[in-house]
């Protein structure tokens, strides 16, 4: 037998390993799929087009919205857009169905690194093409751009990625449904409507009554968009508690995708395979 | 000692019925009837490490489903297993490095990308380093006689070195017990004459224990020298293949060349026919009435050449299969 690394003493190096040869070959992977994910990058320009409906309605300055302020916010929403895309529900459905699932479950990882390194490959191949983007609309439009100050990028940054994997964990806990129910996925088109809702992706928070803004509050909605859209274009926010509140949801979410794995498997047919 | 020990194992699927229609369909919606299909009725065995089993059966006599339990895919209703003193469903690292599943009609490798990617994957998923794992993959490269193929992407692969590939990846981490489920399925004759040979060989190697489900018998003759056949979830027949054939052949296969073509119907007397093409014949004859048969063809029929042997496993197999369904 070869030599295994020794799991006590290299744990962490071992996932590191782990992360990276998945990585690598996810990352060449999307590559491969790189005309599609352009597409898919495209397909994501929803806040731009709520900018442009918010700054022609009156009633943006009811709200004390201004240009800079409708602009900056629905910038930073795009792109938190761009690197928040999660499609595990599908993909895992299909695997399930497939029997594809089969041979990740016999190897010593859980699979669900599997599918949460592969979103992340593919959010590191969107980066030029969100770049490229950003720099075409502030050409087009120079009076979009601003300029946020360099905690407030890394901030911003460190939230995306927290709200990337909240918004895995709600999806990973929902994709465990395939295990009762072959179709799960119709799910995910189930949660989009509160995501475009509440998640400030329509409307600036603000902009909703109190008991609304209450209720959208009270999910982790916002957490997914609104919250590291407002630390990106610099508007005030309670960072400590953002980052909190968003920590608790993948805490729930964590705990709950685990019970739901566990009893999942017992349901498991193997299917396909 | 043994390797893999199963005792009273039974798996039941519930599968809900369907009347064909928009009636069946909105009786399915608010009524829906399931069924319980036991795939898996009560089965015990042993196998002894370095063994390689042949498991047989029709489609659907519960031989995948056997093997997802013992690599611990799924939960079995009832019964014990225990494969190297562990319990497969919980799946425990130490037992998923010492297993490996190979399903013939399925892959694992990225589909997308050279073959390589997949086993450099695979290589980090055991732990193994990129020392060892260049050496493994060039060591069973060798032993599958795969050379530039693991540079192409997987899609562009025949299916023969698609399967090799696989085999390679599902064989890094040195599994000691390997459960194949259909490993040649859809190959030509010489992709499956090299699979078996690779098989043979990595068992002859690494003493590893071979648990093999195949429909060819040619997998099973040139492998297996125990055979479990089942049918309808049951075992009835757990012994060796030699005495398969001594056992339940109570006949023996009779090839007739003859010098002018004869008219079929008049083998009947002789025994039943297996083959009539113009000159050649095979007949299948009871033992107990051998001599005199040979004795009238010999005087009745222009015969250019005669051959007495047993008849081929897979008669015997699937006359015992239809025997057991009945």
């Known amino acids: 037998m070869g030599r295994i690394l020794p799991s006590s003493v290299n744990s962490i190096k071992r996932y590191f390993y782990i992360f990276r040869s998945l990585f690598i070959s996810q990352y060449a992977l999307m590559i491969e799929y790189r005309a599609e994910i352009v597409l898919w990058a495209l397909s994501g320009i929803l806040p731009l087009i709520m900018l442009t409906i918010w700054k022609e309605a009156d009633i943006s300055k009811e709200f004390g919205f201004n240009h800079k302020w409708l602009s900056s916010y629905f910038i930073s929403a795009f792109i938190v857009r761009q690197f928040t895309a999660v499609w595990v529900m599908v993909i895992f459905e299909k695997d399930n169905i497939e029997g594809k699932l089969s041979p990740y479950l016999l190897q010593p990882i859980n699979p669900f690194w599997r599918y949460y390194i592969s979103h992340i490959a593919e959010q590191f191949i969107r980066i030029p093409f969100v770049f490229i983007m950003l720099l075409l609309l502030f050409v087009l439009e120079p009076s979009f751009f601003w300029s946020p100050s360099l905690i407030r990028i890394i901030l911003a940054i460190i939230a995306i990625f927290s709200a990337f994997t909240l918004r895995f964990l709600i999806h990973w806990f929902f994709s465990m449904l395939c295990f009762w129910t072959d179709r799960a996925s119709s799910i995910e088109r189930l949660l989009m409507i509160p995501y475009l809702f509440l998640s400030g992706l329509v409307a600036p928070l603000e902009a909703f009554p109190p008991v609304i803004r209450f209720v959208a509050l009270s999910t982790p909605f916002p957490y997914i968009l609104s919250f590291p859209s407002k630390i990106l274009s610099g508007q005030d926010v309670n960072i400590i508690n953002g980052y909190l509140v968003m920590f608790i949801w993948m805490l729930i979410f964590l705990l709950l995708g685990r019970v739901a794995w566990k009893f999942g498997l017992r349901k498991y047919s193997g299917m396909g395979a | ?326």
């Not at chain 2, 015990?44 to 995948?64: D, L, P, Q, R, Y």
Request: overall charge positive; proline content about 4%; aromatic content about 6%.
């Open chain 2, 1 to 326: 000692m043994a390797i893999v020990r199963v005792e009273r194992l039974s798996k039941s699927y519930l599968i809900s019925e369907k009347q064909p229609g928009l009636a069946g369909s909105l009786k399915h919606l608010f009524a829906r009837t399931n069924t319980s299909v036991r795939a898996v009725d009560n089965i015990s065995f042993e196998i002894e490490a370095g063994e390689i089993v042949g498991f047989i059966g029709s489609n659907g006599a519960g031989k995948t489903t056997t093997l997802k339990m013992l690599c611990g895919l799924i939960h079995p209703t009832s019964g014990s297993i225990s494969v190297s003193g562990y319990k497969p469903i919980h799946r425990k690292t130490a037992f998923l490095k010492n297993i490996t599943l190979v399903m013939g009609q399925k892959q694992q490798l990225i589909w997308d990308l050279p073959a390589l990617d997949s086993l450099h994957v695979n290589a980090s998923v055991y732990g193994i380093s990129d020392t060892d794992r260049d050496e493994r993959i060039e060591e069973l490269s060798a032993m599958l006689d795969l050379k530039d193929e693991l540079n192409r992407p997987v899609r562009k692969l025949s299916l023969g070195e698609r399967m090799k590939c696989e085999l390679l990846a599902s064989l890094i981490h040195r599994p000691s017990i390997l459960f194949l489920d259909e490993p040649t399925l859809g190959l030509d004759i010489n992709a499956q004459i090299r699979v078996r040979e690779f098989l043979r060989e990595y068992n002859k190697k690494y003493r590893s224990t071979v648990i093999l489900t195949s429909h060819y018998m040619g997998d099973i003759k040139s492998l297996c020298k125990r055979i479990i056949l089942i049918n309808n979830g049951r075992i009835f027949y757990d012994g060796l293949l030699a005495t398969l054939t001594k056992t339940y052949s109570s006949s023996s296969f009779i090839s007739i060349e003859l010098t002018k073509a004869v008219n079929p119907v008049l083998f009947k007397e002789f025994g039943e026919i297996i083959e009539c093409d113009e000159l050649l014949v095979r007949l299948l004859v009871p033992r107990s009435s051998l001599k005199e048969t040979l004795f009238k063809l010999l005087n009745q029929m222009p015969i250019k050449d005669l051959e007495v042997n047993d008849p081929p496993t897979e008669q015997i197999i699937a006359k015992l299969l239809r025997s057991v369904s009945l």
